[in-house]
């Protein structure tokens, strides 16, 4: 099993950027799909973006699409979430997620495996 450890939370104003990381260890980073994911207080986690073994597929919500950049280096075990133009409605727990699939799933149920979750906060 894949263990992962998210960082690169933190406070900013609205418009902000900030970049998510997400350091896997403990298996083979390259066999396993990427996605993250995030939860506002009182709401139900929801699919931000995701992303395939070899980075040939891509996929963002649609809330967030054109603003955060998903990105994979296999060399570094890393997968990273690049935030520009952020919204106070982006203020979420933010959690990686690994799935040892082809594809890129959407459902957080099809992930086995998940980080501790690092916390961005956007002030407006």
């Known amino acids: 099993q894949v263990q992962l450890v998210e960082s690169g939370g933190g406070l900013v104003q609205a418009g902000g950027s900030l970049r998510l990381s997400c350091a896997a260890s403990?298996?083979?980073?390259?066999?396993?799909?990427m996605g993250w994911f995030r939860q506002a207080p009182g709401k139900e986690r929801e699919f931000v973006a995701g992303?395939?073994?070899?980075?040939?597929?891509?996929v963002y919500a649609d809330s967030v699409k054109s603003r955060f950049t998903i990105s994979r280096d296999n060399g570094k075990n890393t997968l990273y979430l690049q935030m520009n133009s952020l919204k106070p409605e982006d203020t979420a727990l933010y959690s990686c997620?690994?799935?040892?699939?082809?594809?890129?799933?959407?459902?957080?149920?099809?992930?086995?495996?998940w980080g501790q979750g690092t916390q961005v906060t956007v002030s407006s």
């Open positions: 992303i395939s073994r070899s980075s040939g597929s891509i």
């Open positions: 997620a690994a799935a040892e699939s082809p594809f890129i799933p959407r459902l957080s149920t099809l992930y086995p495996n």
């Open positions: 403990g298996g083979t980073f390259g066999r396993y799909a």
